[in-house]
């Protein structure tokens, strides 16, 4: 089951396959979640549509965390500490997706 764990991008970012799309209008929205640990925080979400009839594997991902590549060349925001608990986070301005 380990190699259907999604946990990295293939030995160069380039080996992986491409199990779902999130489409030309993706329905974006900033969700407030309550974590596991009690901590609500702030998410990107948006609709995906996930191959599932090429890739019966994909069917494993609305059930693990996720993560966003972002493109770094034209990435804009700044790190900040929250006055809430003294936490950093990162204030997203603009940006592209190169994948997730």
Same mark, same amino acid.
């Given at each position: 089951m380990d190699e259907l764990d999604f946990e990295d991008h293939g030995y160069a &970012?380039?080996?992986g396959?491409?199990?779902?799309?999130?489409?030309? &209008?993706? &329905?974006?929205?900033?969700?407030?979640?309550?974590?596991?640990?009690?901590?609500e925080r702030e998410y990107a979400c948006s609709d995906v549509i996930l191959f599932t009839a090429l890739y019966p594997e994909a069917n494993l991902i609305p059930t693990k965390p996720q993560s966003m590549e972002i493109y770094s060349k034209d990435l804009?925001?700044?790190w900040m500490i929250s006055e809430e608990d003294g936490e950093p986070y990162f204030?997203?301005?603009?940006?592209?997706?190169?994948g997730l």
């Open positions: &970012n380039s080996d396959k491409i199990y779902g799309i999130v489409p030309e &209008n993706p &329905n974006f929205a900033w969700e407030k979640h309550l974590d596991k640990d009690g901590i804009e925001g700044e204030l997203f301005k603009k940006g592209r997706l190169l």
